[in-house]
Structures are given as C-alpha cells and as structure tokens.
C-alpha cells in the first residue's frame, strides 16, 4: 500500500506556493519507501493520471488555500469524494487543461475519472499575501509549520487506521461470542473513525487501556484464533507507540 503526499501551489505567488515549499522541507525527511512526496502544481488532469499510476491508499493534499477563513489558519480536513455528474466533470476537466491549479479542482477531477484513493486528507493553510512574488508572509510561514506537523501525524498513523481496518470485517456477523472486550474493541475502532475524521483521539487510550486489562485477565470473546489475538495486540502496541510520539 502506497501514500502519496502532493503540495498543490501556485508557483512563485506569495503565499499560494506553500505547497511546494512543504514538499521541500518534507522532502528532506526520511517516511520509509511506501511515502511518495511530490509536487503536483501541475494540471489536474496530469494528477488524476498520476494518481492512476500509483494507486495510493491514501492522499495527502497540503496547499494554501483562499476560503475566507482568518488568515494564517490551518485546517485538516477529511475529503468525502464529491458526487459529480458528466456536466460537472466535463467544467472540472476544462478548468483543469487551462493549467488552473487548486485542490478542489484535482478532487474533482480524481473522482470524476475514478482515481480518488479511499482516503484522503486537504490540509490547508488560509493565505494572506496572493500577489506575484516569492516568500511567504508571516502568518503563512507560522502556518506551514502546523500544517507540516499535521502531514507528519497523518502519516504517522496511517499502520494504526490499516490495522483498524482490517480487524472491524473480523467482528461482522456472530462468530465471535459476545463479551466486554468484544464490545470495547468495536467502541475502539469507532474512536478511530473518529480520528481519522476529525483529527481527535476522544476516548481511544482509554480504552485501548480497558482492553489490554480485558485480555490479560482472559476476559475474550468465544471463537478467537490466532490472528485475532495477533492483530488485537498489534492495535495495542500501535496505539502505544502512538501515544509515546503524541506526547513527544
């Protein structure tokens, strides 16, 4: 599985070439060969063909963005594919082959050709300079370092929401028992739909803890095998390494 992280900016536009800047410093950092850290200023159609070519799982969009918020504000923002008809497309595509450059536009034009991962992820940083020119403001700048925090977070969790992932088809249907851990586990992963929503961790460490008492006291549910046992461990530990990094 592949994640792929693409600055969309308007080159050399003051504050609207934040994106290309982030990929410069992201660049520079070391996310393991499954991490693809590109510049994408080009037109959205070339990152819809991008995009087909790699396949990520999840994409990672970090721009500054005008949506008359207060300038230097950063906002992650979980992306639901929007719903377009052939019209809506066909104006996408034409905006697209002008070389406009936002991300809305390779948002709808992704889903539009049916190459939008599963999971993706804007984060954006409301400008305050957009005039011909190169460096960023001062609330842009402040700005580009939250945002790249955020992206490095969002990486950061992305074995704990495959993890998640692959454990809820495991507790469809009656094969395992009922039991408290059963039950804590499903409230777990919705924490974590959650998290992957809104950015917040709620009740998750609470009860991961709730959970890890359950299995060391044998309080499980009728019908595990080994593999549930080994990825409910696994949920653990990756929440207990991700704990550790949040504090840090």
Do not use: C, K, N
């Not at 719903?83 to 536009?105: C, E, K, M």
């Not at 409301?126 to 402040?142: D, I, K, N, Q, R």
């Not at 009860?207 to 019908?223: F, K, M, N, T, Y």
Request: aromatic content about 4%; hydrophobic content about 45%; glycine content about 8%.
């Amino acid at each position: 599985m592949t994640t792929f992280v693409g600055g969309v900016s308007e080159l050399f536009q003051s504050d609207l070439d934040l994106g290309r800047l982030a990929i410069e410093r992201l660049q520079r950092e070391s996310f393991g060969p499954d991490v693809l850290v590109e510049e994408v200023h080009y037109g959205a159609v070339a990152v819809a063909q991008r995009l087909e070519d790699v396949r990520p799982d999840l994409l990672v969009l970090v721009s500054a963005v005008r949506r008359d918020r207060r300038v230097g504000t950063v906002e992650r923002r979980r992306v639901d594919p929007p719903d377009l008809d052939t019209a809506d497309l066909q104006a996408a595509v034409g905006d697209a082959v002008t070389g406009y450059v936002h991300v809305d536009l390779i948002i709808d034009v992704a889903a539009g050709l049916g190459v939008l991962p599963p999971r993706t992820v804007s984060v954006e940083v409301e400008p305050e300079s957009t005039s011909s020119g190169e460096g960023l403001s001062t609330t842009a700048e402040a700005g580009l370092e939250v945002a790249l925090q955020l992206v490095r977070d969002e990486l950061r969790r992305v074995p704990l929401l495959r993890l998640a992932d692959e454990l809820r088809p495991l507790l469809v249907g009656d094969r395992l028992e009922p039991s408290a851990s059963r039950d804590r586990l499903r409230a777990l992963l919705g924490e974590l739909v959650g998290l992957d929503r809104d950015g917040r961790w709620g009740r998750t460490f609470s009860l991961r803890d709730g959970l890890r008492l359950d299995i060391a006291h044998q309080v499980s549910s009728e019908g595990m095998d080994h593999r549930d046992w080994a990825l409910w461990w696994a949920l653990i530990e990756e929440l207990d390494r991700l704990e550790a990094a949040e504090a840090r």
